[in-house]
C-alpha cells in the first residue's frame, strides 16, 4: 500500500473512531428527562395549531422562492468582483447591466407587494 494512503486511512479512522465515541459519552451522559415542552413539535416560533397536512400560503413559496433567486444572483457578484482589475470595459458594463436588471426586478417585486408581509 501506498504511504501516502496509509495516513490518509488513518486519519479517516482516526476520525470515525473519534465521531463513535463522542457519540456514545454524550449519550450516556446526558439526562433523559422530558416535559412535554421539549417533546412538542416546534414550528417557527409558535405552537402547531393545524394539522401538518393543511395548505401553507403561497406567500411563504413566493418568498422562499424570491430569496433563492436574489441569492443566486448575488453570488455572481464575487467572482465579478474579484476579477474587476483584469476584466474590460465591455466585463464592467455587462456586469452593471446586471445590476440594474437585478435592481428593477427587485423594485417590481416592491412595488408588487411581493415582498409585503400582513
Excluded: H
Excluded at 417557527?44 to 393545524?50: L, M, N, Q, R, V
Excluded at 441569492?71 to 474590460?88: A, G, Q, Y
Amino acid at each position: 500500500m501506498n504511504l501516502e494512503y496509509g495516513y490518509i486511512l488513518v486519519w479517516i479512522s482516526f476520525a470515525v473512531a473519534l465521531a463513535f465515541i463522542l457519540f456514545l459519552v454524550s449519550y450516556f451522559l446526558i439526562l433523559k428527562q422530558y416535559d412535554a415542552e421539549k417533546i412538542s413539535a416546534y414550528e417557527c416560533g409558535f405552537d402547531p395549531f393545524s394539522d401538518t397536512r393543511s395548505r401553507f400560503d403561497v406567500r411563504f413559496y413566493l418568498v422562499a422562492i424570491l430569496f433563492i433567486i436574489f441569492d443566486l444572483e448575488i453570488t455572481f457578484l464575487f467572482p465579478w468582483s474579484i476579477s474587476l482589475s483584469v476584466i474590460d470595459t465591455l466585463g464592467f458594463l455587462t456586469m452593471i447591466y446586471f445590476l440594474f436588471v437585478l435592481t428593477v426586478g427587485f423594485v417590481y417585486e416592491w412595488q408588487k407587494g411581493a415582498l409585503d408581509w400582513e
